[in-house]
């Protein structure tokens, strides 16, 4: 197998288009499976900051986010900035300051111009920026400690907030007011699932899943049992290290990600486990939400893992290479073992996420790294 080569994003280099495929769809001038791709990844575009100061360490990468028509990739990183990253054309669009409040979790609104994101300091406010001129355009107030996950409506202006106050807040984009407040004990991550009728909230402290009706959501409908579901999973990953909540967007499949040994995949019905997603190489060393030491603005993981848009795979970080698990091959005594995408610098993928619109995967830890198919291989 010919290694493949990566391109640096060098300040003053010409960046020429990378060979972006869309992922299946109607409409579409080149398409491509998922299925028929995803053994090919490898990291093809590689970023490096240069805008930090000579003797200054390198800022680690926080969160990465994709807007909807997946054309924008977006970090919040250490250093209290924004990056945007143009995904056709392979190269830095530009950089938002936060230096006054700090910024995690940043997320696009269904508007490319418009993101929201958490606070590190002043406060626990969730913010709302437009990107094109850098002006505020309304904060969510309401969270009195560090907030640890944000989950947009795939479909509306509202999105939940998990914090380490015990809260879960349920917003709209449109007022400065949250709409629902849910108390409960340690909830650190929340999820939608596709068709947005349903939303998921995980409790790792009492190793549990609660899934509400969004049309009714006075009390969840259904609570999976972490605990009595775990199979062939540890005590440890019952209880903490729970990095990512996601359904996969075919409705089938609730995601539990973890910073330990393996993942969980629940069926999203009847919340039995499917298959215990296991990693090899052991978990990502990033501390999940609300278990970092040194407050709001030390390094925590916001996913390193994650479902490809068809539904069928779960791509993850790991100590060394990304990992690939098939959701359709049947597990051995409900563990599924993952096939491995390999990368020459091995560079940890704390980070994961798959584009929404093309076969490109973002990973990270210091620096942004894009994930493309090789065909040569």
Not at 79 to 87: A, G, L, P, R, S
Not at 261 to 279: C, E
Not at 287 to 306: I, N, R, T, V, W
Request: hydrophobic share 35%; glycine share 8%; aromatic share 10%.
């Amino acid at each position: 197998m010919s290694s493949t080569p990566m391109d640096i994003d060098e300040p003053g280099a010409g960046t020429p288009s990378l060979n972006v495929t869309r992922l299946l769809g109607p409409n579409g001038p080149s398409t491509s499976k998922v299925s028929e791709v995803i053994k090919n990844f490898r990291p093809t575009k590689f970023f490096q900051r240069d805008d930090v100061k000579e003797g200054r360490p390198q800022p680690y990468v926080l969160s990465i986010d994709f807007d909807d028509p997946g054309e924008l990739c977006m970090t919040s990183e250490s250093d209290e900035t924004i990056q945007i990253y143009n995904v056709r054309e392979g190269r830095h669009d530009k950089s938002l300051l936060s230096k006054k409040y700090g910024v995690k979790h940043a997320k696009f609104t269904h508007s490319s111009s418009g993101i929201i994101y958490a606070s590190t300091k002043q406060n626990d406010a969730i913010r709302y920026l437009a990107t094109h001129d850098n002006t505020f355009i309304r904060y969510f107030e309401g969270h009195e400690a560090s907030v640890t996950n944000i989950a947009l409506h795939p479909g509306s202006d509202n999105f939940l907030s998990c914090s380490l106050d015990t809260t879960v807040r349920l917003w709209d984009l449109n007022s400065r007011n949250w709409v629902a407040r849910f108390h409960l004990t340690n909830p650190t991550l929340a999820a939608w699932d596709p068709a947005g009728l349903v939303f998921a909230i995980a409790l790792p402290a009492s190793a549990s899943i609660l899934l509400y009706d969004y049309r009714n959501y006075v009390k969840p409908f259904k609570t999976i049992d972490v605990l009595k579901e775990k199979g062939p999973a540890d005590a440890e990953a019952v209880f903490r290290g729970w990095t990512k909540l996601e359904f996969s967007n075919d409705g089938k499949h609730i995601l539990l990600g973890t910073r330990t040994g393996g993942h969980f995949l629940f069926d999203a019905i009847d919340g039995i486990l499917k298959a215990y997603l296991r990693k090899p190489q052991g978990g990502t060393r990033r501390p999940a939400p609300g278990e970092a030491d040194g407050g709001s603005g030390a390094l925590e993981s916001s996913g390193d893992c994650c479902f490809t848009p068809d539904g069928r795979y779960v791509v993850s970080g790991a100590a060394k290479d990304l990992l690939v698990w098939d959701t359709m091959q049947t597990p051995n005594n409900k563990v599924l073992e993952p096939n491995f995408l390999p990368q020459e610098g091995k560079k940890e993928p704390v980070l994961v996420q798959y584009n929404p619109r093309f076969n490109m995967i973002a990973t990270a830890d210091k620096e942004l790294m894009f994930w493309l198919p090789v065909s040569d291989l």
